[in-house]
């Protein structure tokens, strides 16, 4: 069974930075592209970015560019999202995805929720 | 970015019905490559999304055929014949085909 498991979410001041973490399993992590999707509280989804399967290539939303860095650890079956200088509009639940065959996003994690307040 | 336009906002059915979700695009989503990037995903109440079709007409494994995508260029449509329960909550296009990537605003789908 494909799971995909988020952590690391939780209540930080503006300005801090966070690690999220999702780890694989029932699957061969470092054969699939892997991404990462955000829903602020009663809003819409938001692709945040993706990476492949060697971490070659990397491509953000140019919005969050600066603030947010992907990266995975084949070895851990662990995908990152290390995020910065938060602020109250990174509020959200952070979702991880696999990125299917065709390219889709066939799998997601539960979510992780992060609350960026003083 | 490309921005995709999601109509309605909200549609009220009953079960057993035919409901239908447009997605246009403010550029075509036919890659180089021939192939058009557009899926569909269904969010259900408290769920993480799920996908639903892909390449525009695709299903993905296990989605029951009463789901229908189409549509070319910038102009798509999610049909669902006979609604059933399981069915509701907000859909959602999104395009892979221009970096950045984008979803539409969202559809949601509730009982009349």
């Known amino acids: 069974e494909v799971k995909l498991v988020e952590s690391g979410g939780g209540l930080v001041q503006p300005g801090r930075s966070l690690k999220l973490s999702c780890a694989a399993s029932g699957f061969s992590f470092n054969d699939y592209w892997m991404g990462w999707v955000r829903q602020a509280p009663g809003k819409g989804l938001e692709w945040i970015g993706e990476?492949?399967?060697?971490?070659?290539?990397?491509n953000y939303t140019p919005s969050l560019k600066d603030k947010f860095t992907i990266s995975r650890d084949n070895a851990q079956n662990t995908l990152y999202l290390q995020m910065s200088k938060l602020g109250s509009e990174d509020t959200a639940i952070y979702y991880c995805?696999?990125?299917?065959?065709?390219?889709?996003?066939?799998?997601w994690g539960q979510g992780a929720s992060v609350t960026v307040s003083s | 970015d490309v921005v995709l336009t999601q109509t309605p906002v909200s549609l009220s059915v009953t079960l057993g019905d035919q409901a239908s979700i447009s997605c246009r695009s403010s550029q075509s989503l036919e890659y180089s490559d021939g192939y058009t990037y557009l899926e569909w995903y269904l969010q259900k109440p408290g769920q993480s999304p799920q996908l639903l079709i892909y390449?525009?007409?695709n299903r993905f494994s296990g989605v029951p055929d009463r789901f229908i995508g189409s549509g070319s260029g910038t102009d798509f449509t999610l049909k669902i014949s006979r609604v059933e329960p399981e069915d509701l909550g907000v859909y959602y296009c999104?395009?892979?085909?221009?970096?950045?990537?984008?979803f539409g605003a969202g559809t949601k789908l509730e009982l009349k």
């Open positions: 390449e525009v007409s």
């Open positions: 999104f395009q892979a085909t221009h970096d950045p990537y984008t």
């Open positions: 995805a696999r990125e299917g065959i065709y390219g889709p996003m066939d799998a």
């Open positions: 990476i492949n399967q060697d971490s070659s290539t990397i």
